[in-house]
């Protein structure tokens, strides 16, 4: 198993792109000494999501991969149902909107009334009815092995990025075994995933065997939104929230973060975990004062 090697953006069928003009601009400011300096700094944009001929939500996103974004949203807030037929996406980059028709005729004006804000940044929202949702939620008793969380966490976190390059910017990574697939970022962590459900939708990829790591917190909405896309592994190099956790162990989810290193923590779903790698041989991180907890 080969942990160390240089990621390959090619690895991916879609990659972070931090040079890509639209995403970042320059910005003159002083540093600590009061010497000028430039610095790249991410942009926000406003992208408003119809759903046929009602206004949904207007969410503040980088701007890439809009139709993606607008698919992803819709399904993951239940107002697409599986195996909807839909029948186009617009995407008008001067009025900064994206309009998904569908066959159906749709209404969701009451559940729009019913929208409850999250802890997420970026205007993160779920809608009061998507826990009903997970009572019909059933996830694979896939495998989930240690090997493949290193050498993913290896990848990921020196591969080429907004993060990287900018800051201020959450990631998300679809991935299969220990291959990163499609990874999506964004001004919030929501958003990401979004990206990646509305990927899946549009490219009718299968959820069950598949990874979702987020360098983001493993917040409620998070584990829900993973459950809803019918992914049965989250991870994350960062931690948990009480309801995170609660929720992931109501609907099986295996839910694994403060992944560094040699070091994570599993707090739900630890059946699907094989233990197939040495962590004595997997390359440390210092530990973070308050992380003394994670061994």
Not at 112 to 118: E, G, H, N, S
Not at 211 to 224: F, K, Q
Request: charged letters at 25%; hydrophobic letters at 40%; aromatic letters at 6%.
């Amino acid at each position: 198993m080969q942990l160390s090697r240089e990621p390959d953006v090619s690895d991916y069928l879609i990659a972070p792109d931090p040079k890509a003009p639209r995403l970042t601009r320059a910005v003159e400011g002083v540093d600590h000494t009061g010497a000028l300096t430039t610095i790249r700094v991410v942009e926000e944009r406003p992208l408003t999501i119809f759903l046929n001929a009602q206004e949904i939500v207007t969410a503040m996103t980088i701007g890439d991969y809009p139709e993606y974004l607008a698919l992803g949203f819709l399904r993951n807030q239940g107002m697409l149902r599986d195996g909807e037929a839909i029948t186009r996406v617009d995407y008008d980059e001067e009025l900064e909107t994206v309009v998904v028709r569908t066959e159906r005729a749709t209404d969701y004006e009451d559940k729009l009334k019913k929208k409850t804000r999250t802890s997420g940044c970026a205007v993160g929202t779920v809608f009061g009815d998507m826990m009903e949702g997970l009572e019909n939620v059933r996830l694979p008793d896939t495998q989930l092995r240690s090997s493949w969380l290193y050498a993913l966490s290896a990848q990921i976190n020196r591969t080429p990025s907004l993060y990287l390059e900018a800051g201020a910017i959450h990631g998300t990574v679809l991935c299969h075994q220990d291959r990163p697939l499609v990874y999506m970022e964004d001004v919030g962590r929501h958003n990401a995933v979004d990206k990646i459900a509305g990927w899946m939708l549009s490219e009718k990829v299968g959820p069950g065997d598949k990874i979702l790591y987020t360098t983001g917190r493993l917040t409620s909405e998070m584990v829900i939104k993973t459950a809803m896309m019918g992914i049965p592994v989250l991870a994350s190099r960062s931690g948990f929230t009480a309801w995170g956790v609660e929720i992931a162990q109501q609907v099986g989810l295996t839910l694994i973060g403060r992944m560094r290193g040699q070091r994570f923590v599993c707090l739900s779903g630890e059946k699907r975990l094989i233990r197939d790698a040495d962590p004595s041989q997997i390359a440390d991180e210092p530990r973070r004062a308050g992380h003394k907890g994670a061994k």
